[in-house]
């Protein structure tokens, strides 16, 4: 009788049901739902690292166009404002699309986040070297060169456009990303060049003629672009956590890479918390 009632009780149970049940207990279905189209907003702290050193490369490269110091001692690209870090507090929001193969989830997902990273930079260099490029024959010119730069940077929106992989840990989806990044913004930069010279000739009989000494500058260049699309790569890593069958919160670390935009080369690194939707 016992044995009668149990197949009763198992023949009543809805098949669906107990196919799912017997696929949990060995582990090939998903014991939370994460496919489909999800949304939400978040809140963050940004930080990052702005490399100015070079900004002034290209004035510089106008103020010394034509002449043989430029060609000889690449005066445009020395590393003049060096390296400068900047921080700021961000919220945005982000939609996507999962797909789930067994416990493995995969997706797609823009993110967007508005922040307000602002950050300048100012510093000159001084240098002494011999050089004789386009002078008569046995003439040897002292120069000293002065370069000046002042140069700033100023992010205010970042998007990033990612592909996402996880794997689901019951309510946890720990996931890895990477993709494009964009980011609008804003640059100026402002190149001084001052220089003097002093002629050494070499030992000769008769005595050449030092050629008169003499000074250039100081001279100015800048340049500005406003609003203007740096481009880079994102990468970085995350947990998702289900709380209700579609409400879920997460957590997650990014790290951007920019290409150098008017000379000016920028890194961002975030931290993030945030809650979505599921629909």
């Known amino acids: ?3 009668v009632i149990c197949a009763l009780a198992l023949l009543a149970l ?3 049901a107990l196919a799912d049940d017997f696929s949990i207990l060995r582990g090939t279905v998903p014991t939370y739902k994460w496919s489909g189209y999800y949304g939400g907003g978040q809140v963050g702290y940004s930080n990052s690292v702005i490399k100015f050193g070079t900004a002034a490369s290209s ?10 110091i430029e060609q000889d001692e690449q005066i445009s690209s020395w590393n003049v404002m060096g390296t400068h870090t900047a921080s700021s507090a961000g919220f945005g929001g982000f939609v996507g699309y999962n797909m789930e193969w067994e416990n493995i989830i995969f997706g797609v997902e823009a993110n967007y ?3 307000s990273i602002s950050q300048s930079a100012s510093s000159s ?5 011999s050089d004789s490029g386009g002078l008569p024959p046995g003439h040897n010119f002292l120069y000293t060169v002065t370069v000046g730069g002042e140069a700033s940077m100023h992010i205010s929106d970042i998007a990033t456009f990612r592909a996402r992989a996880g794997v689901e840990e019951g309510i946890f989806l720990p996931y890895v990303f990477g993709g494009l990044a964009l980011g609008r913004a804003s640059t100026s930069d402002t ?3 001052f220089y003097t010279y002093q002629d050494f000739p070499d030992s000769e009989t008769p005595p050449l003629t030092p050629i008169p000494s ?3 500058g100081p001279n100015a260049s800048s340049n500005a672009q406003n609003n203007t699309i740096a481009y880079g790569v994102a990468t970085g890593l995350g947990v998702d956590v289900g709380l209700l069958p579609n409400v879920f919160v997460r957590g997650e670390l990014e790290y951007i ?3 150098p935009l008017n000379g000016i080369q920028a890194s961002v690194m975030s931290a993030r918390v945030g809650a979505g939707l599921k629909f």
């Open 113 to 115: 986040n508005h922040v």
């Open 214 to 216: 003499g000074s250039v």
């Open 257 to 259: 890479y920019f290409a």
């Open 191 to 193: 190149a001084t060049l």
């Open 14 to 16: 809805p098949t669906s």
């Open 59 to 68: 004035q510089l490269s106008f103020l010394l166009r034509g002449l043989a």
């Open 1 to 3: 009788m016992r044995s």
């Open 125 to 129: 260099l001084t240098r002494s070297f």
